[in-house]
């Protein structure tokens, strides 16, 4: 299968680490050192509110742990609209919206919400042949 033709669905990952928006960017960083990841989907329930980057939590650190047990990462969500692409989306178009935004991540949603991620690094794992394309939903 060439990579043009390669669905969101495919390349998604699909096992995710989620934060809720009323958690603390200090359990938000501690999730992401732990899990490895650089990106926290924040949802409410189902319903997705935003991604939570670790430049976001870095740039708006000041204080120190107890300042940051205070503060929730809803505070943190962009006002500006970011992609959010549907698991049968093409991946060509996908890396076309992540480029036009200016991201390097974008949430996979179908109606049950929040299916998967697509990262920069899925992209290249895609790209690099290293891709076994499932149709499995995601969960986290």
């Known amino acids: 299968m060439t990579v043009e033709a390669l669905t969101a669905g495919q390349v998604m990952s699909r096992v995710l680490v989620a934060v809720k928006p009323e958690e ?75 480029i036009d935004a200016g991201v390097d991540a974008v949430p996979v949603l179908s109606g049950d919400g929040l299916v998967g991620l697509i990262t920069a690094r899925d992209v290249l794992a895609a790209v690099a042949g290293r891709v076994s394309p499932s149709e499995e939903p995601g969960r986290w």
């Open 24 to 98: 603390s960017p200090l359990m938000a960083w501690e999730l992401m050192r732990q899990a490895g990841v650089h990106h926290l989907p924040v949802v409410a329930g189902s319903h997705l509110l935003g991604i939570v980057t670790r430049e976001d939590l870095a740039a708006s650190w000041s204080g120190g742990p107890q300042e940051q047990s205070t503060r929730h990462v809803r505070g943190l969500l962009g006002r500006e609209r970011r992609p959010r692409v549907r698991p049968e989306t093409p991946l060509p178009q996908v890396t076309a919206a992540m």
